[in-house]
Structures are given as structure tokens and as C-alpha cells.
């Protein structure tokens, strides 16, 4: 079978060769675009009538960047001397060294790779909503096509590390602003532009330029080791568990102080060590499963659209539902929050104004989301909501007695969602003919983590309108049935209170342990962001039995226990494992319980409302690299030495002793 040719050549009448990359939806550079693309130029350069090659991505999107799904296992960048040939041969030595002067015309994005191509052109034109960055250090690798010696060469050292080591991205205004590209034009105009400048600088009424040998925008070296020192340091501060930072670092330096092919042979030799690296995979693993939180299976593959959502209702006027009206308002959400009494009321509206002037908008955006809130003491605005959230506290009576007021009050599209993660959702729907668009939503503040909660009469069309509100919220949202990141959460926070057997050193050390691990979060602060996410009290929690089991164990284990252990006497291995795995245990009850969709949800769940680290890649995956029969087996060790808090759950066991993944969740959703 053929195949596809993933680049094209037409030559306009103006001797301008127009290469398009030509791989939807985002034009990755497999290998075989790469191998397309080198074809590509090889026939322009040998055509006689090319004065000047443009190369731009189809239908507005230059290129997102190589494939990362083959990073690790593809035959693409098997040996070194493959990598060696993308950047070097292919990037260096026939685009940047070609004898036609190349223009990258660049809309939409240009990611990793793709900028990295954009770089060894002589010119750059973009449109001003361009988005641009090398973003490869978000992956645990460092830009491989050269992107380590150009970008300092074109925008200067301190810029260049800022966008390299953060995997910052910036728009077309602003990349042209730091000299990134050379000329701005409208997405109508780009490909003229381009043509444009190309031949002028084959006429050379513009400069050619080879960024690889650039020098004026370098510091001189003494100023440049400088610099690469300070960003040494930061990187080792902020990610002291991370090498490839360091790395990227190392191979800057290579070109600034032995040249810049050196640097390239450098770069080609870490990336292709990177790639195959833990961390990578992890990172890699997180990239795609915080995508994935918004595929269904059975749900959002069934070819139902989200409707319109634009009015919500809010019910109550206490700390949740101030806190969800402000939510909804900063999504660009009309609110209209009901009270019972003006009071009330009055007070609400002002808490919610005092939210958004937290965020620092400026005057006019301030007074903009204001006007999107509304305050009503009755139904009679609730007739054109499309969404109505109650967040009141109450009774089970109360609240079935709310929901059979919206069945009365709304129209008939409206979703009706409960924001208590006490109440049961098929009791408060009990007395009403609304069952099926009944669902429930958790902010897990202060982390963006949305958990919409299926029932078992939810319709599907709901729950892809509910994924596709936190979407425009900008939220990360999780489907469950039930209560799972604050049952992970808790656990976090038990597992260290019960670890916490005596005062003064040990809290400190167990903290210094956890954040050695890489936890963004320490399980003592997490004390009080549970407490905030269950409103105030674990125990109004509805958790799973086991769960409270273990509640109860772990607190006898901490005060009764007479095999009490001193903390200071563990390893920090020891420390972190007591931690993590009942943690993990947890995460193991919930998949038993077939409360999540998928186990990268809770990978997901992990990393964005625990601060669990991204390049580990969330808990369950972490888990899983350790092998269930190791976890299994610490645990039953310490549950006999300690108590029940360690109680392996029997889906933990289970896996241990059949070897099967964790990963595999049989849902019940
Ligand atoms: C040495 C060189 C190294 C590199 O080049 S490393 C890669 C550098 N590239 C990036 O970091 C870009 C990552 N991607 C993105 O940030 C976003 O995407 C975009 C902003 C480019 C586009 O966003 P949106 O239009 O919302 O599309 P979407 O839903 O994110 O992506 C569409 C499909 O493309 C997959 N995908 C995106 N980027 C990559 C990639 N770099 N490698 C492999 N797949 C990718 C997604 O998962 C998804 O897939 P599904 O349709 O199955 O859900």
C-alpha cells in the first residue's frame, strides 16, 4: 500500500515554492511527515524554477510538535544516529544550510518540533494569535531538533531559558515583540507575506539568516555561564528530582562555549537518552490521561453534542454556594443565586463580589463579571436557566423538597445538580419525574479538580454537558460515582496524622520526606483543604466503609496502639511508603468500588488536588511501576505490626497475587 505523501509542493507563478505539512488535526511530525518533508525540500532545491521555499501547516496549524506517543518504544529515534539525522542532516544541513532562502509562515501552533523547524528557516512571519513555544521539558525531554542552540541564538539567553524551562508558550505579538519572528500578518495574508519576504531575500533585500550561527543576541561568555549558573540553581530548587532540566542546561552551555554543532550532537545524545527515561513516560502517561478525563467511554464516543449552557442557577447562599456562583462567573457563566430572605441575600452577593475582587481583575473586567451575577428571593428568573446548582444545607426533606420546586420552576432542558457530597443523588431525586437529568458536581477547591457525580438514572446527554461546562471553566473534570478525591485526600492526611505518634520532629520530618518525594502539597495542609472540601468536617464524609474503617483504625492505631513507633527511627523510605501506600489502598478501594471511569483518572485526580508529582505519573500509575505485590506485602506487614489502618483492601490483594495491572478498572458508572 502507498503511502501518503504528509507533505505537499506547489510552485506558484512567482517562483515560490509553497511546502504545506499536511497531518491532521495538529500536523505531528511523525516520521514520516519528517521524511515527507525532507523529500519535499529536496524537490524544490532541485527545481529550477524555485526561487524561495514557504512552509507552513495545513488548515491554520503550522505543527504541533512530534508525535509523543513514540517517544520510548518507536523505531523513529531508535538509535542515535536517526536523531542525529532529524537535527543534524535533516534540520541543520539541508533545510538551515539549503541554497533557497526558507520562510516559515506560522498560524495556529508551533510546538516542540514544529518551532524547532521554524527556527532553522532564514525568516519568520506569524499571525499576531500564533501560539509558540518548545515545550519539550513538560515531557521530560529537552528540545531535539536543534530548538537548545537557536532559540538563545534569535531571542537571547535569559528569554530562551525562561521558554525552555518552563515549556512557556507565547502568542505571535509576543514572539515578534522578542524578535522570535520576524513580521506579523493576518491569517488571510500569511502565505503572501511569506512568499514575500522569501524573495527578498533571495534578491537580498533581506538578510539571510542561519540562526545557528548567530552570535549578536548571545552574552558574552562569562555573562552566559552566569546566567546558565543561576538557572542551574533555580532548576535545582524547584525540581530538585528532576534531570533533565539540568540537562537541557548542559547542552546549551556545550554550544555557547564549544559551538554550536557541538551543541547539536550534545542535544541529539541527551534526547535520545531522555526519551527513555521514567520520567518521560510518566510525564507522557499525564499528558494524555488529563485528555482522556474528558473521553467516556460509551458516553462522549456516542456522537452526542453538548448543548448551550450559558444560565445558571444557583440555590443557597452560604460558603458553597458563594463559592460556586463565584466559579461559575469567572467561566463567564450568567448567575442567578436564590435566597430565601433579603438578608441573606444582601450577604451573598456581597461575599461573592468580595471573591471575585480576590482574583485581581482590572476595573472593567471586575465590573463585567459583576454584571453577569444576579440575586433573586423567587423562582421567576429560574424559568430561563439551563443549569441550576443547589448548594444549600439541609435535610434530605429539604432538599427533595428544592428539587421538586426546579421541576416546577425550569424548563424542561435544565440540569438539576447538587453540590453536597453528603447527600445521596437518587434520594433527593426520589419525588420528582427528573431523575434522569439529576447528577452532582464537586469543586474540590482550591484545586481546578470538577467531579461530576453519575447516577444511575443520569442521562448521558448531561454528563457531556457537564464535561463541556467544565471545560469552559477551565476545570479538570472527573467523572465518579460517589466521593474519590477527597477520599484520597483524607487518606493522605490519616495515614500522616497516624504516622505523627509523637510531637516535634517527626511532623517536620515527615514533611520534609513528602516534599523530598515531590508532593506539591504537604499532608498536614491537606488537613485543612479537606476540611475545606468536605465543608468543615471529616465526618459529615460520605466515604466508603473500608474507608471509615480505616478512619477508625488509624486514630486507635495513633493513640492505643502498644506497637507505637517512633517516627524518627524510620527511613524516609519507610515515612514516605506509611504515607503514600494507604494511600494507594485507597485509590484501590475506590477502583473496587468501580467509582472511577478509568485509573488515570485518579492519576489525574492525584497530581492536579494532591500535588502528587506529574513526572511520577499520578498514584495509581506510580503503583503500578513499584508492582502491587510489594505494596500488598508492606502493607500486610504493617498491618499486623500496627493495626488496621494498612489493611491491604481485597482488590489490592488481588492484583498482588494474580500479578495483573492496576491500571484495569471495572467501572460501575
Ligand atoms: C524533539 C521534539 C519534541 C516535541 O515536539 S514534543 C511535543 C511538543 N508539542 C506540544 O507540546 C503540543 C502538545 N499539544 C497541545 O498543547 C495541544 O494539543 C494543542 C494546543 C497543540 C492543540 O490543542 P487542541 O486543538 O485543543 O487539540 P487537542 O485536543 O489537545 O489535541 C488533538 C489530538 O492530538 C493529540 N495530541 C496533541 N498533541 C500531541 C502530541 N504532541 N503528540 C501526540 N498526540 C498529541 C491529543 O491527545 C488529541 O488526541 P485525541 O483527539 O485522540 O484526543
Not at 528530582?241 to 540537562?247: C, F, R, S
Not at 556545550?254 to 510518566?282: D, F, H, Y
Not at 426520589?430 to 482550591?446: D, L, M, N, Y
Not at 472540601?533 to 474507608?547: A, C, I
Amino acid at each position: 500500500m502507498a503511502i501518503k505523501p504528509q507533505t505537499q509542493l506547489v510552485v506558484g507563478d512567482d517562483g515560490v515554492a509553497i511546502i504545506t505539512i499536511n497531518n491532521p488535526p495538529l500536523n505531528l511530525l511523525s516520521f514520516e511527515v519528517m521524511i515527507s518533508l525532507k523529500s519535499s525540500i529536496e524537490e524544490a532545491l532541485l527545481c529550477h524554477e524555485v526561487k524561495a521555499i514557504v512552509v507552513h501547516g495545513s488548515r491554520g496549524k503550522f505543527s504541533g510538535g512530534a508525535d509523543v506517543t513514540v517517544f520510548g518504544k518507536s523505531h523513529m529515534v531508535k538509535k542515535q544516529k536517526e536523531i542525529g539525522f532529524l537535527s543534524i542532516d535533516l534540520i541543520t544541513d539541508l533545510l538551515e544550510a539549503s541554497r533557497k532562502p526558507l520562510v516559515a509562515a506560522i498560524d495556529g501552533p508551533a510546538f516542540g518540533g514544529g518551532l524547532e523547524i521554524a527556527l532553522a528557516c532564514h525568516a519568520r512571519i506569524a499571525t499576531p494569535t500564533s501560539q509558540l513555544g518548545l515545550t519539550e521539558l513538560q515531557y521530560g525531554i529537552i528540545p531535539g531538533f536543534g530548538g537548545t542552540q537557536r532559540l538563545p541564538r534569535l531571542v537571547g539567553l535569559p528569554k530562551a531559558l525562561e521558554m525552555i524551562l518552563m515549556s512557556k508558550r507565547v502568542n505571535g505579538k509576543d514572539a515578534f515583540g522578542m524578535s522570535l519572528v520576524d513580521d506579523l500578518a493576518p491569517a488571510d495574508e500569511l502565505i503572501t507575506s511569506a512568499s514575500r519576504w522569501a524573495l527578498d531575500i533571495s534578491h537580498a533585500t533581506k538578510p539571510w539568516i542561519a540562526s545557528l550561527y548567530r552570535t549578536d543576541r548571545l552574552q558574552p561568555l562569562k555573562e552566559a555561564r552566569l546566567i546558565l549558573n543561576t538557572a542551574r540553581v533555580g532548576a535545582r530548587k524547584h525540581n530538585p528530582n528532576l534531570i533533565h532540566p539540568l540537562v537541557c542546561i548542559d547542552v546549551i552551555e556545550e554550544g555557547i562555549v564549544s559551538g554550536p554543532r557541538n551543541g547539536l550532537w550534545k542535544e541529539a545524545a541527551a534526547l535520545n537518552e531522555l526519551r527513555q527515561s521514567e520520567t518521560c513516560k510518566s510525564l507522557i502517561h499525564i499528558f494524555f490521561a488529563r485528555r482522556n478525563t474528558f473521553k467516556i467511554s460509551g458516553i462522549t464516543d456516542t456522537g452526542l453534542q453538548p448543548r448551550k449552557v450559558e444560565r445558571v442557577g444557583v440555590f443557597g447562599g452560604g460558603l458553597i454556594a458563594t463559592a460556586t456562583a463565584t466559579a461559575f462567573i469567572l467561566g463567564n457563566f450568567h448567575v442567578i443565586l436564590k435566597e430565601d430572605n433579603h438578608n441573606s441575600l444582601v450577604a451573598a452577593l456581597a461575599e461573592i463580589k468580595a471573591n471575585l475582587q480576590s482574583h485581581y481583575m482590572v476595573k472593567e473586567k471586575l465590573e463585567k463579571a459583576s454584571s453577569l451575577l444576579k440575586g433573586v428571593l423567587d423562582y421567576d428568573s429560574f424559568k430561563h436557566v439551563d443549569l441550576v446548582v443547589e448548594a444549600v444545607e439541609g435535610s434530605i426533606q429539604l432538599k427533595q423538597q428544592i428539587f421538586g420546586d426546579l421541576e416546577l420552576y425550569c424548563p424542561q432542558h435544565c440540569i438539576f445538580v447538587s453540590s453536597s457530597p453528603t447527600v445521596d443523588l437518587n434520594l433527593i431525586g426520589e419525588r420528582t419525574k427528573s431523575q434522569f437529568r439529576i447528577a452532582g458536581v464537586h469543586f474540590c477547591s482550591p484545586s481546578p479538580v470538577l467531579e461530576i457525580v453519575n447516577t444511575e438514572w443520569t442521562w448521558h446527554q448531561v454528563i457531556v454537558d457537564l464535561l463541556h461546562v467544565a471545560k469552559k471553566m477551565k476545570k479538570t473534570p472527573i467523572l465518579v460515582s460517589g466521593v474519590v478525591v477527597n477520599r484520597i485526600c483524607a487518606v493522605y492526611s490519616q495515614a500522616a496524622v497516624c504516622l505523627l505518634a509523637k510531637q516535634g520532629q517527626g511532623k517536620h520530618r515527615m514533611e520534609q520526606v513528602m516534599e523530598k518525594f515531590g508532593m506539591g502539597i504537604s499532608p498536614f495542609r491537606m488537613m485543612d483543604v479537606v476540611a475545606g472540601m468536605s465543608k468543615g468536617s471529616f465526618k459529615t464524609m460520605r466515604v466508603s466503609t473500608l474507608s471509615q474503617n480505616k478512619q477508625d483504625a488509624g486514630n486507635s492505631t495513633c493513640k492505643d496502639s502498644p506497637n507505637d513507633f517512633k517516627v524518627a527511627k524510620l527511613s524516609e523510605e519507610d515515612i514516605m511508603e506509611m504515607i503514600l501506600f494507604p494511600v494507594v489502598n485507597e485509590a484501590c478501594c475506590i477502583m473496587e468500588e468501580g467509582r472511577v471511569m478509568k485509573a488515570s483518572d485518579i492519576d489525574v485526580a492525584s497530581v492536579v488536588a494532591m500535588g502528587f508529582p506529574a513526572y511520577r505519573g499520578g498514584l495509581v500509575y506510580w503503583a503500578h511501576t513499584l508492582g502491587s505485590k510489594y505494596i500488598c506485602s508492606r502493607l500486610e506487614t504493617w498491618s499486623n505490626q500496627y493495626g488496621r489502618f494498612f489493611n491491604p483492601c481485597a482488590y489490592l490483594r488481588k492484583n498482588s497475587s494474580l500479578g495483573t495491572s492496576l491500571m484495569q478498572v471495572k467501572s460501575h458508572l
